[in-house]
């Protein structure tokens, strides 16, 4: 007999604590998981670029201890659980110590719509497009909703936990959530926190938005939790203005000029007189109805094209209530960006994330377009090793990376051979075969393994090494010039292939050889110019062409990809959704000193284009690198860095 949702609760709580036991304890064993800094984002989004003075030489020089001046805020891509972990074991390398017991305020909004598709409209030049999620977001999101409500709980009940070792003893969170899982994630919350914890059961009536309904009542609210962990939480009371019809009771006016209300009022002894009640100077007293804040109108200024964005004035009630000036405000499931935001308006600091690609680039453009200060963009930098751990879906699947070899044509080695179940080998050939894992980034690092492999494998007389990768690290195509002489060829298996399984299997796909590998996409910027005076040089970067792998391997739909296949021909320029340059590269950390954007108008007035040349003044040097990347409307990254030496002009090359 199938166990009903509350039968299976103590279930949930016992794995659920089982898991951030895990976490706590490889934490204590001293095991880490790094944060690999993608970024470090200066906002200047003009089209030409001032700049003077040094740049930082490392993330540490800003941020060297949590509440010191120079801490940076941070945006983190990857999925939660994972950035939970890297900030409650502190990251040296990028100089941040462990969190734990640090963090005054979190806001999270986790998804709670178990029907959405999680798909991302992208509008180019005359062509509009739906953009499924990436296979990290696709495993992610299927693992939530696997099994409905009891999944989603299991998702968040570790979490959570982790969540409270993060915070102060005076901090507090904040759940936002929807009439479909709001009593259950109270109940885990009381499970986690304590009952005696919860401070309030908020209720935002948001106002009714979308299709009349004459067989229910017209949802029209979300809930939000507010737990505290300690006894003694910050809390700053906040008002809201009267409306009018509030004062119209203060209709008696004083000798200075200031309205007030007459109120009846009885002595001790009977007597009946009048007295004087002014409004508070402050407003009302917000309560836990809150519905003076609409839901935003799909015209609102605000809005950056993310479905669940909520308002600015919402968690700005919430970030000026429970934390002050200075104090660490997180959001571990980011979206649109609109905590981080807050935040830096009202002088707190912050660290966001998100594992969905699409909201971790309009977070990026929001806060650049905010002009905030300089922020560290960065990623979970070992997802080889803890990405997707208990990823229920992969372990149905089976061994993926065999069943990746034979669509490509290899054929796995024999456990005698090679333990690694990951190579493989082109028969009637000398062509070693790796296939990397859904669950990891393929980075420079699994380049020089499958190298390394090449040498010495069974002998290492093998002529070539091909990588087949899911997803990939942002500076992977450094890493494949770094290897370029090493005959290691990098092509991207289908984001599809999941759904090319189940649907035609694994035989047919093998028959029909349905599954096409493709090369990476790739940038190419013209020659830079160079003019000097006063000691200072003036750069000119131009783009000059994007090259796009495949739309097979694109996430679309079939009457999507040859829209897109027209475009790359026609326009391949304006698939880039955000470009950035340093103008002195050390190798190692990329600074963005210069962005733009396909929204900021105010360079071009034309929101479906980047402005694609830009000229820099930056302090003279006789030897310079500069480093260009960008990002396209699909999340993939391209990088290119150009050198010059004595003045002369720079081309392509490391």
């Known amino acids: 007999m199938t166990k009903t949702l509350l039968e299976q609760l103590p279930e949930i709580a016992r794995e659920g604590r089982a898991e951030a036991q895990r976490v706590l304890g490889r934490l204590d064993s001293g095991t880490?998981?790094?944060?690999?800094?993608?970024?470090?984002?200066?906002?200047?989004?003009?089209?030409?670029?001032?700049?003077?003075?040094?740049?930082?030489?490392?993330?540490?020089?800003?941020?060297?201890?949590?509440?010191?001046?120079?801490?940076?805020?941070?945006?983190?891509?990857?999925?939660?659980?994972?950035?939970?972990?890297?900030?409650?074991?502190?990251?040296?390398?990028?100089?941040?110590?462990?969190?734990?017991?640090?963090?005054?305020?979190i806001y999270i909004d986790p998804p709670f719509d178990s029907k959405a598709d999680y798909r991302t409209k992208i509008n180019l030049p005359g062509v509009s497009l739906d953009q499924k999620p990436t296979v990290i977001e696709q495993f992610a999101y299927a693992d939530t909703w696997k099994e409905?409500?009891?999944?989603?709980?299991?998702?968040?009940?570790p979490r959570l936990v982790l969540m409270r070792e993060l915070l102060s003893e005076k901090g507090s969170i904040y759940v936002h959530i929807d009439w479909h899982v709001s009593a259950y994630v109270k109940t885990i919350m009381d499970d986690i926190f304590g009952k005696e914890k919860l401070i309030n059961e908020i209720v935002w009536n948001k106002g009714f938005r979308g299709t009349e309904s004459k067989r229910i009542f017209q949802h029209a609210?979300?809930?939000?939790?507010?737990?505290?962990?300690?006894?003694?939480?910050?809390?700053?009371?906040?008002?809201?203005?009267?409306?009018?019809?509030?004062?119209?009771?203060?209709?008696?006016?004083?000798?200075?000029?200031?309205?007030?209300?007459?109120?009846?009022?009885?002595?001790?002894?009977?007597?009946?007189?009048?007295?004087?009640?002014?409004?508070?100077?402050?407003?009302?007293?917000?309560?836990?109805?809150?519905?003076?804040?609409?839901?935003?109108?799909?015209?609102?200024?605000?809005?950056?094209?993310?479905?669940?964005q909520k308002p600015e004035d919402l968690i700005s009630i919430f970030v000026k209530a429970s934390s002050n000036e200075g104090d660490l405000v997180c959001d571990f499931f980011g979206g649109s960006g609109t905590t981080a935001a807050v935040a830096e308006r009202l002088g707190r600091r912050w660290i966001t994330g998100d594992i969905g690609k699409p909201a971790s680039l309009i977070m990026r453009k929001r806060l650049i377009d905010q002009d905030v200060k300089p922020f560290l963009y960065q990623s979970i930098g070992d997802?080889?090793?803890?990405?997707?751990?208990?990823?229920?879906?992969?372990?149905?699947?089976?061994?993926?990376?065999?069943?990746?070899?034979?669509?490509?044509?290899?054929?796995?080695f024999t456990a005698e051979q090679c333990a690694d179940r990951n190579f493989g080998y082109v028969k009637g050939s000398r062509t070693l075969v790796m296939a990397d894992s859904p669950n990891?980034?393929?980075?420079?690092?699994?380049?020089?393994?499958?190298?390394?492999?090449?040498?010495?494998?069974?002998?290492?007389?093998?002529?070539?090494?091909?990588?087949?990768?899911?997803?990939?690290?942002?500076?992977?195509?450094?890493?494949?010039?770094?290897?370029?002489?090493?005959?290691?060829?990098?092509?991207?298996?289908?984001?599809?292939?999941?759904?090319?399984?189940s649907k035609k299997g694994y035989d047919k796909l093998i028959r029909d050889k349905a599954v096409r590998f493709s090369s990476l996409q790739y940038l190419v910027v013209k020659p830079i110019e160079v003019n000097t005076c006063d000691g200072k040089d003036e750069i000119t970067v131009t783009l000059d062409n994007y090259v796009l792998l495949s739309p097979d391997n694109i996430p679309l739909d079939e009457k999507d990809k040859l829209k897109l296949q027209v475009l790359m021909s026609d326009d391949p320029l304006s698939l880039i959704e955000y470009w950035s340059i340093d103008p002195d590269y050390d190798g190692i950390t990329f600074r963005s000193?210069?962005?733009?954007?396909?929204?900021?108008?105010?360079?071009?007035?034309?929101?479906?284009h980047c402005v694609y040349s830009t000229c820099l003044t930056v302090p003279?040097?006789?030897?310079?690198?500069?480093?260009?990347?960008?990002?396209?409307?699909?999340?993939?990254?391209?990088?290119?860095?150009?050198t010059v030496k004595n003045k002369e002009e720079l081309n392509n090359g490391n």
């Not at 751990?389 to 044509?409: A, T």
């Not at 000193?593 to 479906?608: H, I, K, P, V």
């Open 32 to 105: 880490r998981i790094g944060l690999q800094t993608n970024e470090i984002v200066l906002p200047c989004k003009d089209t030409s670029g001032i700049f003077s003075g040094q740049q930082p030489k490392l993330p540490n020089a800003y941020n060297q201890a949590v509440g010191a001046a120079q801490w940076m805020n941070r945006l983190i891509y990857g999925d939660n659980l994972l950035t939970l972990q890297a900030l409650l074991a502190g990251d040296p390398d990028s100089g941040l110590p462990s969190l734990r017991g640090k963090v005054d305020l």
């Open 148 to 157: 409905g409500t009891v999944s989603y709980l299991r998702m968040m009940y």
């Open 221 to 308: 609210h979300d809930t939000i939790l507010f737990y505290a962990k300690g006894n003694e939480i910050v809390w700053n009371q906040q008002y809201q203005p009267y409306k009018d019809q509030s004062m119209g009771r203060y209709n008696q006016i004083d000798e200075h000029g200031n309205s007030y209300a007459l109120i009846k009022r009885t002595r001790t002894d009977g007597s009946v007189y009048y007295g004087r009640t002014y409004p508070n100077q402050e407003g009302k007293k917000i309560n836990d109805v809150i519905s003076h804040v609409p839901t935003m109108a799909s015209t609102n200024r605000e809005r950056v094209g993310y479905d669940t």
């Open 383 to 412: 997802y080889q090793k803890e990405a997707f751990r208990n990823n229920r879906l992969v372990k149905r699947i089976g061994d993926l990376s065999q069943i990746v070899l034979g669509l490509y044509g290899a054929l796995p």
């Open 440 to 501: 990891r980034l393929t980075t420079a690092s699994t380049i020089r393994r499958a190298v390394e492999a090449k040498a010495s494998l069974l002998g290492g007389d093998w002529q070539k090494v091909v990588v087949l990768g899911w997803n990939f690290a942002f500076d992977i195509s450094q890493a494949i010039q770094q290897y370029k002489d090493s005959n290691v060829e990098v092509l991207v298996i289908p984001p599809d292939l999941m759904d090319k399984l």
């Open 593 to 608: 000193t210069w962005q733009d954007y396909r929204e900021n108008t105010s360079n071009d007035n034309d929101a479906l």
């Open 620 to 642: 003279h040097l006789d030897d310079r690198r500069v480093c260009v990347k960008a990002v396209d409307v699909f999340g993939f990254e391209s990088q290119v860095v150009l």
